[in-house]
Every structure is written in C-alpha cells, then in structure tokens.
C-alpha cells in the first residue's frame, strides 16, 4: 500500500473516530453499563451488610458491658471474694438486704446465688427488649447459680473456651477487659457477654446471655435499611422477611474464611441478591453469615431510565465530536513541521525505539521524535526513581520509601485480614563507635549491620533505613509471634559476627503487630515503645507484646 497524503487521513481519521465513537457510546449502555450498575449496586449492598455485621458486633459488645455490670454489683463481687459460692439447689427466697451479709453460712450463700442471678436477670432485661439471663461458675470454672425456666440452650457448663481463658493459669495475673462472643447451641444462635470477679485471682466469672433474634434483627434492618438474613447450619436460620429455609442452598458453607459472599434467592416471585460476612465464635471458627439483600430488578430500572435519558446526549455529542475532531486535525497540519524540530531537539541524545512503520508521512516522523523522547525521559525517571528509593551508604530503602511499603502493606491487611508485624531495631551504643573510631569506621560498621540483616530476613520481608543506626522490618503474613522468632534470629546473628576495627556490636528490637483499621503511629508507637523498653532493660533483647509491660 502507497503513502497517503495528510490531509486525505484527516478526513479518513476524523470519519473513523465518529464512527466508533458513536457505535461504543450507543453498545456502552446496552452491555458495559448494565454490568456496572449490577457491580455498583452489589458493592452498595456489600457495605450494608457490612454494617449489619458491625451492629451485630455492637449488640456483642454491649453484652460484655452487662457482664461487667453484673460483676460490679457489690454482691456478687462480695460473695465470689468470700469464697462460699457453692452450687444453687435451694429455690427458696432470700432478702439481699440483709445486713449480715459476713455472718451467713455455706447454705445461705445457695440462696444468694439464686437471688442474685434473678434479679440481675431482671434488671438487664428491663433494659433490653428480650430476655437476658445470667449465669455464674467459681474459680474452678463449676456451674453455680442459673435463673430457673431457662432453657437449656441458654446455659453454658464452664467448659466452654471463652470461660477456661477466663481462669487459665495463663491469664491468672493478667488484665482482662470483659469480651462479648456469639456462640451456636442446638440450632439457635446467642449473644453472650463474659467477665470475671478478681481478687489477686480469679474467684468466679459471669456470662450474661441472649437470644439472637427477631427484636435485635429489626434493629439492623432499621439501621441499614435493608432486608437481613442470617445463615447457618445449612439453612436460613434468622430473616426480616419470609424466606425459604433453603433459598440458598449451600453456597454459603463452602465459603473460605473471612471471605465476603454474594448470592442471590428467589422470594415471593422477585429475584433479590444478598451479600454476606462471616459470623465467627470466640475460637475464630465461622459458625454462621449475616446477610443483607436488595431487589435485583432495581438493577433494570436504573439501566432503562439511565438509556433513555442517554440516548439523545449519544447522536449530539457525536456529531459535535466529529465537527471539532476534522477542524483540530485541519489546523494541527500547518505547524506539524514546526513540532517535528521541537520534539527531535527535546529527544537529541542516542536513545532509540523501535515502533511499527505507518503510512502516514509525516505521523511516522512524529512517531519516531516522541519516540526518542519517551525513551529519554524513561530512563531518567528510573534515575530519578532509584536515587529517591534507596539510601546512599547501606543501598537499602531510605525512610521515604519504607513508610511507602508500610502503607501499601497495611492497605493489604486491612482488605484481607492477613497478619503484618513490624521490627524497629537499634545498633547498641553506636555513637561510641563514632567518638572513638571516626564516621569513616562508622559507615563500615553500618554497611556491614545491613549485610548481616539482609542475609538473615526472609524474601517477603522488607527492610530499610529509619535514621541514624535505627532500622525497620517490615514482616508480611507475619503474626507477633514469629516476628519475636525473627528478631531474635537476627540478634544472635549480629551477636556472633566480628565486625571490623570495634569487633563486637550488638542490636536492641522492638515489635508490634498491627491492628487493622488502626492508624500506622499507632503501631509504629507500640514498636518504638518496645524498642525503647529493650535499651531500658540492658540492650541486646527484643521487645514487644503482651508480656514486656
């Protein structure tokens, strides 16, 4: 095929362009914009269901308020300190009143076991609109006193998990905050508060209960706006709308952990999607779904009224596109030589590309000045990149770009749920290195720190230069306990090895986990924190977590 003239590829360009433009405007509506709307709406209602699963969380969190209530009425705190808290068989009344409460005998503490219960009981449910009981066990984590005409599924036995942590010889002189769980019993699902009585040890723990059901569940709907569901044990087990127990099969309970899951059902004639997060007991394990639905035809609303508004706008704008597109080009044409000589004296240099030969004369020349251009400019963009990235002496990531890795990790852990750790380490007395030996030594024995810890950490671990002879680990899928396995590694490493000239230097480490949601201060806080605590107790430790208050 010949070469064509500029201006006879204005016209042929210009016509093209309408062309298609015209034809993708008019077929967007028809297939990509009915695809975002459903994608839209879907999200929309990813986020409501969401919300539903933070009510529900809130509801969870109010019962662990109730329990501390219940563990801070003076009673029962009175009684467990006391020791006489003994299994309740005697139904018969008893006046709490009674100002001898130091004088009551074993037999009597049955009674008060019993009353207590019942008017605590009593006193939550005034506040709440369904029933709450509760329930108490002694320092061994033995069944004491429940509210008579409860059922079964209401009590627990003491050997459930969230009441063993709450006596374990491993929290026994730890601080524990009350905690609300959701726990699955025969079919039925219930929102249970836990706290225990203390003194100098655990005396007994209380578990406040209730029911999940209809009252809290038109709450959600209320505040989200939107039909709720809750899934479990291979069927609907809880909705705002009559459904059928098998609506939707048992797509929900082939989901992973933690995933997010959208499904669709069939009620009363409408097709409506729901979308779904995970309901996880106190061991983490996934026990049920709640769920929050919209009508799906609401997606073909939207799209036919969004159609027939768009229309018009579709054979205006074409036009109008065309008539500026073949003037543009027109007058692009008279000083196309005048931005030939500019692009080819920005791009001089001895770069080349390679790109595909065109028709067009003088498109072609154009092609290969913007080609040497970009080429150029790619170049000392990575320059520029590369010298904005790394630190100087010990070639790794400089602060910038650390605080970089750290946010888009974070970013990843929030999405997923994936455990991140961090390690903020300090070379031991480092500025007597300086002060006696001169920087020179000390750039040596930096350059060398760096050898070592990059030699130790994983591929997956980031690492780069905080300030000074201060450094941080950046530790993906990494809990608090295997960034202590690590640090600790990397301590002994740099223990062992013989530095030049000052032949010995060691390293103080501090670790934190991150929370998601949290702010990035607050765990680079709780690593500095723990850094600092390490130089604190001698140097050369690591520090960080539960254990290094």
Same mark, same amino acid.
């Given at each position: #095929?010949?070469? =064509?003239?500029?201006?006879?590829?204005?016209?042929?360009?210009?016509?093209?362009?309408?062309?298609?433009?015209?034809?993708?405007?008019?077929?967007?509506?028809?297939?990509?914009?009915?695809?975002?709307?459903?994608?839209?709406?879907?999200?929309?209602?990813?986020?409501?269901?969401?919300?539903?699963?933070?009510?529900?969380?809130?509801?969870?969190?109010? #019962?662990?308020?109730?329990?501390?209530?219940?563990? %801070?009425?003076?009673?029962?705190?009175?009684?467990?300190?006391?020791?006489?808290? =003994?299994?309740?068989?005697?139904?018969?009344?008893?006046?709490?009143?009674?100002?001898?409460?130091?004088?009551?005998?074993?037999?009597?503490?049955?009674?008060?076991?019993?009353?207590?219960?019942?008017?605590?009981?009593?006193?939550?449910?005034?506040?709440?609109?369904?029933?709450?009981?509760?329930?108490?066990?002694?320092?061994?984590? %033995?069944?004491?006193?429940?509210?008579?005409?409860?059922?079964?599924?209401?009590?627990?036995?003491?050997?459930?998990?969230?009441?063993?942590? #709450?006596?374990?010889?491993?929290?026994?002189?730890?601080?524990?905050?009350?905690?609300?769980?959701?726990?699955? $019993?025969?079919?039925?699902?219930?929102?249970? !508060?836990?706290?225990?009585?203390?003194?100098?040890?655990?005396?007994?723990?209380?578990?406040?209960?209730?029911?999940?059901?209809?009252?809290?569940?038109?709450?959600?709907?209320?505040?989200?706006?939107?039909?709720?569901?809750?899934?479990?044990?291979? !069927?609907?087990?809880?909705?705002?709308?009559?459904?059928?127990?098998?609506?939707?099969? %048992?797509?929900?309970?082939?989901?992973?952990?933690?995933?997010?899951?959208?499904?669709?059902?069939? =009620?009363?004639?409408?097709?409506?999607?729901?979308?779904?997060?995970?309901?996880?007991?106190?061991?983490?394990?996934?026990?049920?779904?709640i769920g929050s639905g919209f009508d799906m035809n609401t997606v073909n609303d939207i799209f036919i009224n969004n159609l027939i508004r768009f229309i018009p706008v579709i054979v205006i704008f074409s036009l109008v596109l065309f008539l500026i597109l073949y003037s543009v080009l027109r007058q692009l044409f008279k000083p196309l030589n005048e931005i030939i000589g500019i692009t080819e004296e920005i791009s001089k240099g001895n770069y080349k590309i390679t790109y595909p030969p065109n028709n067009i004369i003088e498109f072609s020349?154009?092609?290969?000045?913007?080609? /040497?251009?970009?080429?150029?400019?790619?170049?000392?963009?990575?320059?520029?990149?590369?010298?904005?990235?790394?630190?100087?002496?010990?070639?790794?990531?400089?602060?910038? $770009?650390?605080?970089?890795?750290?946010?888009?990790?974070?970013?990843?852990?929030?999405?997923?749920?994936?455990?991140?750790?961090?390690?903020?380490?300090?070379?031991?007395?480092?500025?007597?290195?300086?002060?006696?030996? !001169?920087?020179?030594?000390?750039?040596?024995?930096?350059?060398?720190?760096?050898?070592?810890?990059? $030699?130790?950490?994983?591929?997956?671990?980031?690492?780069?230069?905080?300030?000074?002879?201060?450094?941080?680990?950046?530790?993906?899928?990494?809990?608090?306990?295997?960034?202590?396995?690590?640090?600790?590694?990397?301590?002994?490493?740099?223990?062992?090895?013989?530095?030049?000239?000052?032949?010995?230097?060691?390293?103080?480490?501090? =670790?934190?986990?991150?929370?998601?949601?949290?702010?990035?201060?607050?765990?680079?806080?709780?690593?500095?924190?723990?850094?600092?605590?390490?130089? /604190?107790?001698?140097?050369?430790?690591?520090?960080?977590?539960?254990?290094?208050?």
């Amino acid at each position: #095929m010949g070469k =064509i003239s500029f201006r006879k590829a204005i016209m042929i360009v210009s016509f093209a362009v309408f062309l298609m433009f015209s034809l993708f405007m008019f077929f967007y509506f028809e297939k990509i914009s009915y695809q975002d709307i459903k994608e839209r709406l879907i999200s929309e209602n990813s986020y409501s269901a969401q919300s539903a699963k933070q009510l529900l969380d809130a509801e969870k969190d109010s #019962m662990a308020k109730d329990a501390r209530f219940v563990v %801070n009425y003076p009673t029962t705190h009175f009684a467990f300190v006391n020791g006489k808290y =003994i299994p309740f068989n005697d139904e018969s009344a008893y006046n709490l009143s009674n100002p001898e409460l130091e004088a009551m005998s074993p037999f009597n503490y049955k009674e008060l076991s019993f009353q207590l219960s019942r008017i605590l009981g009593k006193t939550l449910y005034a506040a709440s609109s369904s029933v709450k009981n509760v329930a108490f066990f002694d320092g061994n984590a %033995n069944p004491l006193a429940d509210v008579p005409g409860i059922e079964d599924s209401f009590m627990d036995t003491g050997k459930e998990n969230y009441i063993q942590y #709450m006596i374990s010889a491993d929290n026994k002189f730890s601080s524990i905050e009350p905690f609300g769980v959701i726990a699955l $019993k025969e079919g039925r699902l219930f929102l249970k !508060g836990v706290d225990r009585i203390y003194s100098g040890e655990p005396k007994g723990v209380t578990v406040v209960t209730e029911e999940l059901g209809d009252p809290i569940l038109e709450q959600i709907k209320n505040s989200v706006n939107k039909e709720i569901v809750i899934w479990a044990e291979d !069927g609907v087990m809880l909705s705002t709308i009559p459904i059928d127990k098998n609506a939707f099969g %048992n797509r929900l309970g082939t989901a992973e952990s933690g995933e997010n899951i959208f499904a669709t059902a069939t =009620i009363n004639n409408r097709e409506m999607g729901f979308s779904f997060y995970p309901i996880e007991d106190f061991d983490g394990n996934i026990i049920a779904y709640i769920g929050s639905g919209f009508d799906m035809n609401t997606v073909n609303d939207i799209f036919i009224n969004n159609l027939i508004r768009f229309i018009p706008v579709i054979v205006i704008f074409s036009l109008v596109l065309f008539l500026i597109l073949y003037s543009v080009l027109r007058q692009l044409f008279k000083p196309l030589n005048e931005i030939i000589g500019i692009t080819e004296e920005i791009s001089k240099g001895n770069y080349k590309i390679t790109y595909p030969p065109n028709n067009i004369i003088e498109f072609s020349k154009i092609l290969e000045s913007i080609g /040497k251009m970009s080429d150029a400019i790619e170049i000392r963009e990575k320059e520029l990149v590369l010298l904005s990235s790394i630190d100087k002496l010990t070639q790794i990531y400089n602060r910038q $770009k650390t605080e970089e890795i750290l946010g888009l990790e974070i970013q990843k852990v929030n999405q997923t749920s994936h455990p991140l750790a961090i390690i903020m380490l300090d070379i031991d007395s480092f500025k007597e290195v300086n002060d006696t030996y !001169g920087h020179k030594v000390g750039d040596m024995v930096l350059e060398e720190f760096v050898t070592i810890l990059k $030699k130790n950490i994983r591929p997956t671990d980031f690492i780069g230069r905080w300030g000074g002879e201060e450094f941080l680990i950046i530790c993906p899928e990494t809990n608090l306990e295997g960034a202590k396995t690590l640090a600790n590694g990397l301590r002994k490493a740099l223990e062992a090895h013989s530095f030049p000239i000052v032949v010995r230097k060691t390293a103080s480490f501090g =670790i934190a986990e991150y929370i998601p949601e949290e702010a990035v201060n607050a765990v680079m806080k709780r690593a500095d924190d723990a850094l600092y605590l390490a130089k /604190k107790r001698g140097r050369n430790r690591v520090e960080g977590g539960p254990d290094s208050n």
